[in-house]
């Protein structure tokens, strides 16, 4: 079993930035890729963003490409979303994830889910 807690959602006017965080608890964090999704409300979970086991290869949706920045610390067994230009449509849950293997952009191949936190852009 993997436990994720992710951290750091909160309101920011548009243009602003929020760094998310999920720390994971249980197995060997480092074993796992790790994915970030968002869901807004009335639509469909989404992917935003993934990260290999070691860090060294990433993944973004076109949406955030290029604003968003994904990081881990296997030392400290965390996940990061960096979240930058910030858009009224980036308001969502934002809910960190895990699975074994390489890294996907479907949420039905995560083993893993945090509970999520919220992210609220104002215009």
């Known amino acids: 079993q993997v436990q994720l807690v992710e951290s750091g959602g909160g309101v920011v006017q548009a243009g602003g930035s929020l760094r998310l965080s999920c720390a994971a608890s249980g197995r060997t964090f480092s074993n796992y890729a790790m994915g970030w999704f968002r869901q807004a409300p009335g639509k469909k979970r989404e992917f935003v963003a993934a990260i290999s086991w070691s860090g060294g290869s990433t993944y973004y949706a076109d949406s955030v490409k290029g604003r968003f920045t994904i990081s881990r610390d296997n030392a400290k067994n965390t996940v990061y979303l960096q979240m930058n230009s910030l858009k009224p449509e980036d308001t969502a849950v934002y809910y960190c994830?895990?699975?074994?293997?390489?890294?996907?952009?479907?949420?039905?191949?995560?083993?893993?889910w945090g509970q999520g936190t919220q992210v609220t852009v104002s215009s």
């Open positions: 994830a895990a699975r074994r293997g390489v890294y996907t952009e479907y949420v039905a191949t995560y083993d893993y």
